[in-house]
T-cell receptor, first 117, second 114 residues
Framework: GAVVSQHPSRVICKSGTSVKIECRSL??????MFWYRQFPKQSLMLMAT?????????EQGVEKDKFLINHASLTLSTLTVTSAHPEDSSFYIC?????????????FGPGTRLTVL | AQKVTQAQTEISVVEKEDVTLDCVYE???????LFWYKQPPSGELVFLIR??????QNEISGRYSWNFQKSTSSFNFTITASQVVDSAVYFC???????????FGTGTLLAVQP
């Protein structure tokens, strides 16, 4: 397997503030990482692909100015939710692909539960 | 277009029963990969299995087994002798050969009653 960590695991903030979430691959390097959002009792929705050393690629309908992604190194990607509002409250999950037997398998972090008051 | 369908929204079984979770996929890629992940109440997705499109061998891992059938575009997951700890949401996912993006199904909530 592989280990991906996220920090913080839970955050509560006031409306209008910005929140930064970190995603780290602990035992492997990842040139790409993925950020997902999951609302209660729903599936995971891909928000963006984080690329080390270059700009992130956002999925249709995801505001890149609101969800800032920085892939600073081969083991760290950060997602910053800027000017958060209550509708941004969700479970944010990152993943990183690790090569195994000729192809990649995505391993997921434990998630960050964001509550915006 | 790629799509994953998990028609069973919720399943409830009694401990020690066998249960099968269905997964049907759509893709035009000739090379693709299928995955199953488990999401317990804690929220963290746990990787269970990856299957390549060119390998239709079924796989067994302990109480878990997977049945991949390209003819019906299905990749079903069976838990034998279910246990309370198996209670979780299970996601089936698809990845095309040329991308690392995962397409998830809507998930099946499995509740195993003692």
């Amino acid at each position: 397997g592989a280990v991906v960590s996220q920090h913080p695991s839970r955050v509560i903030c006031k409306s209008g503030t910005s929140v930064k979430i970190e995603c780290r691959s602990l035992d492997f390097q990842a040139t790409t990482m993925f950020w997902y959002r999951q609302f209660p009792k729903q599936s995971l929705m891909l928000m963006a692909t984080s690329n080390e050393g270059s700009k992130a690629t956002y999925e249709q309908g995801v505001e890149k100015d609101k969800f800032l992604i920085n892939h600073a190194s081969l083991t760290l990607s950060t997602l910053t939710v800027t000017s958060a509002h209550p509708e941004d409250s969700s479970f944010y999950i990152c993943s990183a692909p690790k090569r195994d037997r000729g192809t990649d398998t995505q391993y997921f972090g434990p998630g960050t539960r964001l509550t915006v008051l | 277009a790629q799509k994953v369908t998990q028609a069973q929204t919720e399943i409830s079984v009694v401990e020690k029963e066998d249960v099968t979770l269905d997964c049907v996929y759509e893709t035009r890629d000739t090379t693709y990969y299928l995955f199953w992940y488990k999401q317990p109440p804690s929220g963290e997705l746990v990787f269970l299995i990856r299957r390549n499109s060119f390998d239709e061998q079924n796989e067994i891992s302990g109480r878990y087994s997977w049945n991949f059938q390209k003819s019906t575009s299905s990749f079903n997951f069976t838990i034998t002798a279910s246990q309370v700890v198996d209670s979780a949401v299970y996601f089936c996912a698809l990845r095309g050969g040329a991308t690392n993006k995962l397409i998830f199904g809507t998930g099946t909530l499995l509740a195993v009653q003692p």
